[in-house]
């Protein structure tokens, strides 16, 4: 699903204007997003929850050759799906 069909289908299911629930779901994610960015969990009971986590530095071969390269530490992002979520995916 597209952000553009979600902002369609919750206006359509709230009954607020298409700008009012783009503005809503714009909020969140970005709210999300700044919590991430300070290393900050953020979960959603029986949904999921979404936690950063920390990649070390490592020396990786690039394919097809035998050349090495260092990769920088970075951090990305897990999810990690919530009972009710899996059930219901579960169910169909």
Do not use: C, W
């Amino acid at each position: 699903m597209k952000k553009s069909v979600l902002i369609n289908e919750v206006a359509e299911k709230t009954g607020l204007s298409r700008k009012e629930t783009e503005l809503v779901i714009n909020t969140m994610l970005d709210t999300i997003v700044d919590s991430l960015k300070h290393k900050e969990p953020v979960s959603f009971l029986g949904f999921g929850s979404f936690e950063p986590v920390k990649k070390n530095a490592r020396e990786i071969y690039i394919p097809g050759t035998t050349t090495k390269v260092q990769v920088a530490e970075k951090y990305g992002v897990r999810f990690k799906p919530g009972k009710t979520l899996k059930k219901q995916i579960q169910e169909g």
